[in-house]
């Protein structure tokens, strides 16, 4: 006879949309303790949803209310906003200044929703931290956790919680990860339960940036900087207006008036906040053979010497071979093929089969052509 699954005190991060509404109810109908917060996190709590593509709106903290109320769930709002600015917001604007791509999924991850919100919920009794992430939490024979890709990879997420570590993975649940059902699928699920967001659109781009304009977003808060854009001999080809606006691998937007040589398009190569410069040109000169990583996370006990792995380098990225060699300050990747569009300030994530083995940031990228 085996023993009954312990009953958890299990807090439910609800953003106010269908996936963490629909975890949340999982949880609960598992037998759970469970409680639904909602994380306000927007400098401006007060704004509504007209034009925003977010999740931080007031409107969205009452849709988690709603949705806690159908399932039967206490339900608190918490104030995480000024941690959130610290950390995410102005962690993403300085890193543009740097002339670096941050990604801002990861670090709410790390900082906020597996850091702030775990610490305050085990601090208050809580057993786990639940949320709506596509992603699958396997515990060893020996108690230890392992995060893995979600059973439905079309909808895997495992790439923006490559960050959380072991102690974080002890205490995170993910009911929606081992669901090899469509996104329509968990729509008509919410709606059985009698869900209000099950016809909810999904949230898109980044939170705290309704608009979308990104651009925009960061020129209000670093100002006109204008500087040259130049090729790779460092003929200048035009103007920008910011370097920071522009990201590795930009093809759209240069506004350069002289036509390549080849007439093929030109790409971002680098961005130098140094000399205030964008340097761009041909597709080829993308090629990455390598690179190094920085601030390493590990999803469990560090390599203790080079591995091959795949690697995954955006949210919906595709995986690709690597050998992977520690460093004293993160580790070193070495490509099987080389590949394109890796920006300073990315994360990497590597994985071994399913498993997450921990994630870091790109620090340096070696270029197949001469070049950064």
Not at 176 to 187: F, V
Not at 311 to 324: I, K, M
Request: hydrophobic share 40%.
């Amino acid at each position: 006879m085996t023993d009954a699954p312990r009953r958890l005190r299990v807090l439910a991060a609800m953003s106010g949309g269908v996936d963490s509404a629909v975890a949340a109810a999982r949880a609960a109908e598992a037998g759970h303790d469970v409680t639904g917060v909602h994380l306000a996190l927007s400098e401006n709590p007060k704004s509504f949803r007209t034009g925003a593509r977010g999740c931080c709106t007031i409107e969205d903290s009452h849709d988690a209310r709603r949705a806690a109320d159908v399932i039967g769930i206490p339900f608190y709002v918490w104030d995480l906003a000024e941690r959130f600015r610290e950390d995410v917001v102005d962690d993403f604007v300085a890193e543009y200044e740097a002339g670096r791509t941050p990604n801002p999924c990861l670090r709410c991850n790390e900082k906020i929703k597996f850091a702030a919100l775990l610490d305050k919920a085990l601090a208050l009794g809580f057993d786990a931290v639940c949320t709506g992430h596509y992603a699958t939490v396997v515990t060893r024979e020996d108690g230890t956790r392992e995060l893995h890709r979600a059973s439905d990879m079309a909808k895997d997420q495992s790439y923006v919680l490559g960050v959380l570590d072991e102690r974080q993975l002890a205490h995170a649940m993910f009911p929606l990860g081992d669901t090899l059902t469509t996104k329509a699928e968990i729509r008509e699920e919410a709606a059985r339960r009698g869900l209000f967001v099950a016809k909810k659109p999904d949230s898109h781009d980044i939170c705290f940036i309704a608009d979308g304009d990104t651009q925009g977003f960061l020129a209000k808060r670093l100002g006109r900087a204008e500087g040259d854009i130049v090729d790779e001999t460092g003929n200048v080809l035009g103007k920008h207006e910011g370097a920071y606006g522009y990201t590795i691998g930009q093809r759209k937007g240069l506004r350069i008036g002289t036509p390549a040589p080849d007439g093929k398009p030109r790409y971002v190569l680098d961005i130098s906040p140094v000399d205030n410069t964008v340097t761009v040109g041909p597709a080829a000169s993308l090629d990455v053979t390598a690179l190094t990583a920085i601030r390493p996370r590990w999803c469990g006990t560090p390599p203790a010497g080079p591995g091959t792995y795949t690697a995954q380098l955006r949210a919906h990225g595709e995986e690709t071979e690597v050998t992977a060699e520690p460093t004293p300050d993160g580790f070193k990747v070495t490509f099987a093929e080389p590949v394109r569009g890796v920006a300073p300030g990315q994360a990497i994530v590597l994985y071994d089969g399913t498993r997450v083995v921990g994630s870091a940031t790109i620090a340096t990228t070696t270029r197949a052509t001469a070049g950064v």
